[in-house]
């Protein structure tokens, strides 16, 4: 139905910057939010940004003034520019998106998840 596939992480050292980008393709009719969460060892998965097909966006207190997402409309991606990395950043970060199929049903996917590593 719909794939996310998730691409730009790695091993960064503190203070770096990343960037991640996800692709959504499948029989979508249109993207409502989308959105990056993250998933640190033994914690559970929190929600870092999110963008709205308004535009609006949201953010996680912690990513305040580092982090910005984006998306491209027209190509169904959502990207995440990551800087002044800290070693708490470190996390599985997971794409997701609220879909409205060509069915018309409306569903919530999840990407494989991409590894952060911020460590010196």
């Known amino acids: 139905q719909v794939q996310l596939v998730e691409s730009g992480g790695g091993l960064v050292q503190p203070g770096g910057s990343l960037r991640l980008s996800c692709a959504a393709s499948?029989?979508?009719?249109?993207?409502?939010?989308m959105g990056w969460y993250r998933q640190a060892p033994g914690k559970q998965r929190e929600l870092v940004a999110n963008?709205?097909?308004?535009?609006?966006?949201n953010y996680a207190d912690s990513v305040k003034g580092r982090f910005t997402i984006s998306r491209d409309y027209s190509k169904n991606t959502v990207s995440l520019e990551m800087a002044s990395l800290k070693p708490e950043d470190t996390a599985d970060y997971y794409c997701?998106?609220?879909?409205?199929?060509?069915?018309?049903?409306?569903?919530?996917?999840w990407g494989q998840g991409t590894q952060v590593t911020v460590s010196s």
């Open positions: 963008i709205a097909v308004t535009g609006s966006t």
């Open positions: 997701n998106a609220d879909v409205t199929l060509l069915s018309r049903r409306r569903r919530d996917y």
């Open positions: 499948g029989s979508i009719l249109s993207i409502n939010d």
